[in-house]
């Protein structure tokens, strides 16, 4: 049987809720204490059976402690899982290599893809990313430096933004 485990903790940013496979591996997470939302972003050929409660996620919750408290790299070890076309594929894969700190544009993201004309298609593997946090979309801004949106609301954004900006 397909079988996930989630939990959802208290972070400064609000509540953060992993969906994470039997193997470890995040399928979906985000600033939210709704499981519901989050499983419905999970590609339908991983979207797991059955969802189980867990208080702790080992190492997955172990890093979302870490990286709310400073520790921005913490995530970057962790393993995801997301399926799509090869294209988003690809955009979630170098959005990881994106370190904390580091702000790009929708542009700019475009041109690390290798597509500097698919600036709608950066903007919309960002928009499907169901892995927030271990896939850190809220990097990603407006020409310009407009937040622009996010799933998880604008304040989670900025928030983070703060919090991953050199001291």
């Avoid at 959802?8 to 193997?23: I, K, L």
């Avoid at 591996?25 to 979207?47: F, H, M, Q, Y």
């Avoid at 997301?82 to 370190?99: C, D, I, K, N, Y």
Wanted: hydrophobic share 45%; charged share 25%; aromatic share 8%.
């Amino acid at each position: 049987m397909n079988i996930a485990h989630w939990s959802t903790m208290d972070t400064p940013a609000g509540p953060f809720t992993a969906v994470v496979a039997t193997d470890g591996a995040v399928l979906a997470s985000g600033w939210t204490a709704e499981v519901d939302l989050l499983a419905e972003a999970i590609a339908p050929s991983l979207r797991p059976a059955e969802l189980r409660q867990r208080r702790d996620l080992g190492e997955v919750s172990t890093a979302i402690r870490r990286y709310h408290a400073g520790e921005f790299d913490a995530v970057d070890g962790v393993e995801v899982r997301q399926r799509s076309g090869e294209f988003r594929e690809h955009a979630w894969q170098v959005l990881r290599t994106v370190p904390a700190g580091k702000r790009l544009s929708y542009a700019d993201y475009a041109e690390l893809l290798g597509r500097p004309s698919a600036v709608r298609a950066a903007a919309s593997a960002c928009a499907r990313n169901a892995a927030a946090l271990f896939v850190p979309c809220h990097r990603v801004l407006r020409t310009g430096g407009g937040l622009g949106g996010f799933r998880w609301g604008v304040d989670v954004k900025r928030w983070l933004l703060n919090h991953e900006s050199p001291r």
